[in-house]
T-cell receptor
Framework: AQSVTQPDIHITVSEGASLELRCNYSYGATPYLFWYVQSPGQGLQLLLKYFSGDTLVQGIKGFEAEFKRSQSSFNLRKPSVHWSDAAEYFC???????????FGKGTKLSVKP | DAGITQSPRHKVTETGTPVTLRCHQTENHRYMYWYRQDPGHGLRLIHYSYGVKDTDKGEVSDGYSVSRSKTEDFLLTLESATSSQTSVYFCAILSRGAGYNEQFFGPGTRLTVL
């Protein structure tokens, strides 16, 4: 079955440290891949997306993600975390032509001062 | 915000009561979606629509029905609410361009079923 896995439920990093959030997908073919961020009590905001081409994609707020076909991964990175990055992050994959997304269960990021 | 509004934003109801949530969009997008978000589950697709009067089930559709009588509105109905349907409900639209699809989400509706 198609699935998206985020192995880390909760991560804590210090402000200014680097960040990597993991995402693995299980699909027959390479899906469209997305990262969303959700601040407490808010809706979801699209951080970045991968459709094809360059496997390193840049997003908003200084985030980037790298698609690795051999590892079925699409990990999110940021070189220096800010306190305002504390939120929940969701990886998602597009199932196909109808645009239906399947989401991972999310990773909650806490930032220590 | 892609012009998506949801109403109501908060609702408390009792078990067995019918509930309808509304999603409204202003940009004439063809595809619309309803998700529910629960701790430890991420977002799960309930139903989606690919045009007026055209809808289909998602992975957690039991206990829910939808209707889309005009492009801008997508309604989610709980015919007889149960406590297991206490959740945050998000509506989304699909924006399509050359070689890409992007979903944009509404602000959510927090539903509590007592």
């Amino acid at each position: 079955a198609q699935s998206v896995t985020q192995p880390d439920i909760h991560i804590t990093v210090s402000e200014g440290a680097s960040l990597e959030l993991r995402c693995n997908y299980s699909y027959g073919a390479t899906p469209y891949l997305f990262w969303y961020v959700q601040s407490p009590g808010q809706g979801l905001q699209l951080l970045l997306k991968y459709f094809s081409g360059d496997t390193l994609v840049q997003g908003i707020k200084g985030f980037e993600a790298e698609f690795k076909r051999s590892q079925s991964s699409f990990n999110l990175r940021k070189p220096s975390v800010h306190w305002s990055d504390a939120a929940e992050y969701f990886c998602a994959a597009d199932r196909g032509s109808q645009g239906n997304l399947i989401f991972g269960k999310g990773t909650k990021l806490s930032v220590k001062p | 915000d892609a012009g998506i509004t949801q109403s109501p934003r908060h609702k408390v109801t009792e078990t067995g009561t019918p509930v309808t949530l509304r999603c409204h969009q202003t940009e004439n997008h063809r595809y619309m979606y309803w998700y529910r978000q629960d701790p430890g589950h991420g977002l799960r697709l309930i139903h989606y629509s690919y045009g007026v009067k055209d809808t289909d089930k998602g992975e957690v559709s039991d206990g829910y029905s939808v209707s889309r009588s005009k492009t801008e509105d997508f309604l989610l109905t709980l015919e007889s609410a149960t406590s297991s349907q206490t959740s945050v409900y998000f509506c989304a639209i699909l924006s399509r361009g050359a070689g890409y699809n992007e979903q944009f989400f509404g602000p959510g509706t927090r539903l509590t079923v007592l």
